[in-house]
């Protein structure tokens, strides 16, 4: 079993960077594609971001390319994603996952999901 821990969520205003982390436990995830996920108020939950087991490769939504960053520290056991330029269309609860196949935008590859940190942009 893998536990996900997020953290780094917050207030911040339009412009402004959050950086957001996933730290995991269990066993270790260097071998996980990881993915990071968001559900805003109402909406469905949509992919983020995802990055390959050695970090090599990244995937991110149209909406956010050129703005976040995901990364991960394999050491750490640790996953993150720099969120730059925040809109107000980001507010969203933001989930990690880990997924033992290669990294995708499905959630269904994804097989063990943390709780979710808010991430709140005010215009």
């Known amino acids: 079993q893998v536990q996900l821990v997020e953290s780094g969520g917050g207030l911040v205003q339009a412009g402004g960077s959050l950086r957001l982390s996933c730290a995991a436990s269990g066993r270790t995830i260097s071998s996980y594609a990881m993915g990071w996920f968001r559900q805003a108020p109402g909406k469905e939950r949509e992919f983020v971001a995802a990055?390959?087991?050695?970090?090599?490769?990244?995937y991110y939504a149209d909406s956010v390319k050129g703005r976040f960053t995901i990364s991960r520290d394999n050491a750490k056991n640790t996953v993150y994603l720099q969120m730059n330029s925040l809109k107000p269309e980001d507010t969203a609860v933001y989930y990690c996952?880990?997924?033992?196949?290669?990294?995708?935008?499905?959630?269904?590859?994804?097989?063990?999901w943390g709780q979710g940190t808010q991430v709140t942009v005010s215009s």
């Open positions: 996952a880990a997924s033992r196949r290669v990294p995708g935008s499905r959630e269904s590859g994804y097989d063990y």
């Open positions: 990055i390959s087991w050695s970090g090599t490769s990244t």
